[in-house]
Antibody, heavy 123, light 113 residues
Framework: QLQLQESGPGLVKPSETLSLTCTVS??????????WGWIRQPPGKGLEYIGSFSYSGNTYYNPTLTSRVTISVDTSKNQFSLRLTSLTAADTAVYYC???????????????WGQGTLVTVSS | DIVMTQSPDSLAVSLGERATINCKSS????????????LAWYQQKPGQPPKLLIHWASTRESGVPDRFSGSGSGTDFTLTISSLQAEDVAVYYC?????????FGGGTKVEIK
């Protein structure tokens, strides 16, 4: 059974950098027919795609966040990570990691999600 | 950018009755080469992550009860719960995945009347 688990700080100061890790079990982040990515949800609001990667070498970021986002992978630990810089209160959200179905080498719908981790940006 | 608009924002339906949620995309999500609609529906219960219900606009994910069905093509889509059960109380989101933004609709909250 595929499981994803987010980990990282729950509170980050404005202007600082957020680092989150997603640990995958039941599948490998190196399989070429999936993408692995991040989606966030501000409290009481809707869902926003942040970005994703496939081990075949393709990485995609939401254009509204691309200047501040980096997604990386650690195959030895079967983990992938999110780095988001220059945080503001608007980045306060539940951050989910997810597996995306691959179609034409692009990320599509998300069939597995982590439980999510709340990140609050506040001094 | 594709904008996904859901309606209504919320609805209250009696147990056993039909619930209908609409989703409209600002551009067609029908991919002509494979004739597939790049549209998914998710269910999110309080304190839980979204759960994939339907992809390709009408294909139910494994394990999803058959009271959930998706229909539509191009820019107009519908999620129907044929006989609402208490466990279906949730917020439902549509998502386009034909673009690189994987944009979600604003959500529809379903409650029991």
């Amino acid at each position: 059974q595929l499981q994803l688990q987010e980990s990282g700080p729950g509170l980050v100061k404005p202007s600082e950098t957020l680092s989150l890790t997603c640990t995958v079990s039941g599948d490998s982040v190196t399989t070429s027919n999936n993408h692995w990515g991040w989606i966030r949800q501000p409290p009481g609001k809707g869902l926003e795609y942040i970005g994703s990667f496939s081990y075949s070498g393709n990485t995609y970021y939401n254009p509204t966040l691309t200047s501040r986002v980096t997604i990386s992978v650690d195959t030895s630990k079967n983990q992938f990570s999110l780095r988001l810089t220059s945080l503001t209160a608007a980045d306060t959200a539940v951050y989910y990691c997810a597996r995306h179905f691959d179609d034409y080498s692009l990320p599509r719908y998300s069939d597995y999600w982590g439980q999510g981790t709340l990140v609050t940006v506040s001094s | 950018d594709i904008v996904m608009t859901q309606s209504p924002d919320s609805l209250a339906v009696s147990l056993g009755e039909r619930a209908t949620i609409n989703c409209k995309s600002s551009q067609s999500v029908l991919h002509s080469p494979n004739n597939k609609n790049y549209l998914a529906w998710y269910q999110q219960k309080p304190g839980q992550p979204p759960k994939l219900l339907i992809h390709w606009a009408s294909t139910r994910e494994s394990g999803v009860p058959d009271r959930f069905s998706g229909s539509g093509s191009g820019t107009d889509f519908t999620l129907t719960i044929s006989s609402l059960q208490a466990e279906d109380v949730a917020v439902y989101y549509c998502q386009e995945y034909i673009s690189a933004l994987l944009t979600f609709g604003g959500g529809t909250k379903v409650e029991i009347k």
